[in-house]
């Protein structure tokens, strides 16, 4: 049986990385019907962990991302989308899991590590956000999924959450589920860069294109967009490589773009060869990379435009409680099952 879970962190509104990374890929095995259930997450309790201070940023941001969800083709009617803190189980699951972890292996994890420095949090970092590896195993392991569309820069969290499932099978039965990832097709652009070429691309850092943005506000990001700085002249040998245009142009740009938009070129080949070799302005290149953007997003942005108008934030809340109704009937199966298997269900 192959299961699905996925999900999102409500910290704002969902940007190209989130559809790149894992929204387009989710809506394809959604559509493909070859997986038995799928769950997504808007991971509200996770998001605290950082942001405790900010409460309404969390809960503001749940219709926000729940918009985005919709507008780029996730159905309630296909999928299960519910709120991580409406599963009061997937709590009761990180208690138990944290007593098969080590504070140093949580310490060692890349990816929490890399968070850590990126939010500069140095010595004071919140328990929450050092445990949350147990947290996500906790999600993963209440559904049994066996599947999790993940970006690469997820891979650490999905090995330590494997090293938890095989801790707790080998201490106690046989009950939990080892996840495997499953990453973006296109390999280049699992993890797309910021606006700023210098981080991967972040809410936080604000090097991003949101989904809901107008196409006013994707052209002024994409026209602002760092690029090789070697390249000073239209003349100049440029580089393709580490350029974040060039990543986005890997990410979105089809052949069908090319006879669409720039029809001189009949591929990205073709035009990654004429820059590096000289006599391709970058402004060119990015009035092409805006077009692409624009075919991609233009049809996504208007769905979401409709969604909003159709669906108030009442609405859209009460569709995740009714996804939250029934997750939580999966996951309390689950800590049935972990409990028995702990001996602690007391009076069984």
Known sequence: MDIVLTGDRPTGRLHVGHYVGSLKRRVEMQNSGAYDKMYVMI?????????????????NSISEVMLDYLACGL??????????????????????????????RLERNPTVKNEIALRGFKQSIPVGFLTYPISQTADITAFKANLVPVGED??????????IVRSFNTLYAPVL??????????????????????????????????????ADEVKQKVMSMFTDPTHLRVEDKGHTEG??????????????????FLPEYQNLSELKAHYERGGLGDMKVKKFLNQVLEAEFGPIR???????????VPELLNILHQGSIEARKTAAQTLDEVKTAMGINYHK
């Open 154 to 163: 997820q891979l650490p969290m999905l090995e330590q959450a494997r090293e």
């Open 75 to 104: 159905d309630p009617k296909k999928v299960t989308i519910f709120i991580q803190s409406e599963v009061p189980e997937l709590c009761e699951l990180s208690f138990y899991y944290m007593n098969l972890v080590t504070l140093s």
């Open 302 to 312: 208007e769905r979401r435009q409709q969604f909003a108008k159709d669906l108030p």
């Open 177 to 214: 589920v080892e996840p495997k990832a499953v990453l973006p097709s296109n390999e280049k652009c699992s993890r797309l860069p910021g606006l700023d070429g210098a981080n991967k691309m972040s809410k936080s850092l604000g090097n991003c294109i949101f989904l809901a943005y107008s």
């Open 43 to 59: 991971a509200d309790a996770q998001a605290l962990s950082d942001n405790a201070d900010n409460i309404d940023k969390v809960k």
């Open 243 to 260: 350029n974040p245009v060039f990543i986005y142009l890997d990410a979105f740009a089809t052949d069908e773009h090319f006879s669409a």
